[in-house]
T-cell receptor, first 112, second 113 residues
Framework: DAKTTQPTSMDCAEGRAANLPCNHS???????VYWYRQIHSQGPQYIIH???NNETNEMASLIITEDRKSSTLILPHATLRDTAVYYC?????????????FGQGTILTVHP | NAGVTQTPKFRILKIGQSMTLQCTQD?????MYWYRQDPGMGLKLIYY???????DKGEVPNGYNVSRSTTEDFPLRLELAAPSQTSVYFC????????????FGAGSRLTVL
């Protein structure tokens, strides 16, 4: 599976948009980009995923560059409860048996 | 809908003791996984299963065993506990088709003294 590079930490003011970048320059054509987050040692929580197109759901938006070598997770209106470690992961779908490799992630701190 | 349930939440073991971490899911997912997370680190895959009766090793399988007799349950066994196995263990499951979206349990915190 392709590896990802994320900043170690980021800050964001409450109510503002949080934009979390991720580089995945060795991504393969059949690999998805997944985002998960982990709040204070709880189990990781799925946020969003995409293959080629930009995606949006009730939690966030995912913007994938045309060459698919990088992506950005956008939390449109960050709240204090969004403070967490955010993991960007690339991996195949279907029969890849869920071998999603979690790196160090980005520690997002949302402050008042 | 309970999702993925792990027991126990906390456990302290002495070196050499054995124990089983339980994991059950009620989403009829074929795929199940065990990860461990050491302090300040990401998750590492221990074992995974693609269906009842089928299991395979992940990145860090040494010191652990698993079984998958039913679709719902995927227990993780530690035979001879060592201090290096002090960690938080997460069980997860996913459906077979499409993207691999994992649903995680709340975790089991294990300390080996």
């Amino acid at each position: 599976d392709a590896k990802t590079t994320q900043p170690t930490s980021m800050d964001c003011a409450e109510g503002r948009a949080a934009n979390l970048p991720c580089n995945h320059s060795t991504i393969s054509g059949n690999e998805y980009v997944y985002w998960y987050r982990q709040i204070h040692s709880q189990g990781p929580q799925y946020i969003i995923h995409g293959l080629k197109n930009n995606e949006t759901n009730e939690m966030a938006s995912l913007i994938i560059t045309e060459d698919r070598k990088s992506s950005t997770l956008i939390l449109p209106h960050a709240t204090l409860r969004d403070t967490a470690v955010y993991y960007c992961i690339v991996g195949a779908g279907g029969t890849s048996y869920g071998k999603l490799t979690f790196g160090q992630g980005t520690i997002l701190t949302v402050h008042p | 809908n309970a999702g993925v349930t792990q027991t126990p939440k906390f456990r302290i073991l002495k070196i050499g003791q054995s124990m089983t971490l339980q994991c059950t899911q009620d989403m009829n997912h074929n795929y199940m996984y065990w990860y461990r997370q050491d302090p300040g680190m990401g998750l590492k895959l221990i074992y995974y299963s693609v269906g009842a009766g089928i299991t395979d090793k992940g990145e860090v399988p040494n010191g652990y065993n698993v079984s998958r007799s039913t679709t719902e349950d995927f227990p993780l066994r530690l035979e001879l506990a060592a201090p290096s196995q002090t960690s938080v263990y997460f069980c997860a499951s996913s459906a077979q088709s499409g993207a691999n979206v994992l649903t995680f349990g709340a975790g089991s915190r294990l300390t080996v003294l």
